[in-house]
C-alpha cells in the first residue's frame, strides 16, 4: 500500500475507516445515488472522512499505478498544484491523470504515453472532484 498520508507505520489500534469504491465509468451515477455502496475497502489510516476510491479499469496512469489498482482521493481538498494527480470531470467524463498549469492553459497528462495530453478550454466543463491521496496494487 503506497500512500501520503504519512510515513509512519500503522498499530493495530489505529482506527479503520471503510472506504467506498466506485469505477470512472459508474461514478456519477453510483456517487450521487443514495444506494449503500457495493463495495468497499476498509484501511487503517485514521479520521479520513471523505476519502473515496477508484477501481482502475484502464492503462492511462502505468507504470505509476496499473489497471485493477484502487487509487484514493480526497473529495474535501481540491487545492492542486502542478504534477500532482487528480480525480477530473472533463467533458462530462472523469479521468485520472496528471495536473499542469502552463503559460495559463491547464493540461491533463497521463503517464502511460500511449494516452494523449488534454489541453483543457473554456468549454471543456473542467471540475477537480478530489485529490491523490495513495493507491492499492492489486
Known amino acids: 500500500y503506497y500512500s501520503t498520508f504519512s510515513s509512519k507505520e ?3 489500534e489505529d482506527p479503520v475507516v471503510k472506504i467506498p469504491i466506485f469505477t470512472l465509468n459508474s461514478f456519477e451515477k453510483d456517487y450521487s445515488s443514495s444506494n449503500i455502496f457495493k463495495e468497499n475497502v476498509t484501511l487503517p489510516i485514521g479520521n479520513s472522512e471523505n476519502l473515496k476510491a477508484i477501481k482502475i479499469d484502464n492503462d492511462s496512469m502505468e507504470p505509476f499505478f496499473n489497471k485493477n ?3 484514493l482521493f480526497d473529495f474535501d481538498e481540491i487545492n ?4 500532482d494527480i487528480g480525480l477530473f470531470k472533463i467533458n462530462d467524463k472523469y ?3 496528471r495536473y499542469y498549469l502552463n503559460n495559463g492553459f491547464t493540461i491533463i497528462s497521463y503517464d502511460n504515453k500511449k494516452h ?3 489541453v483543457i478550454n473554456k ?5 477537480i472532484i478530489g485529490i491523490y491521496k495513495g493507491h492499492i496494487s492489486i
Open 69 to 71: 489498482s484502487l487509487v
Open 123 to 127: 468549454k471543456s466543463g473542467f471540475m
Open 10 to 12: 500503522l498499530k493495530i
Open 95 to 97: 479521468s485520472i491523470g
Open 80 to 83: 492542486i498544484s502542478n504534477n
Open 116 to 118: 494523449s495530453p488534454v
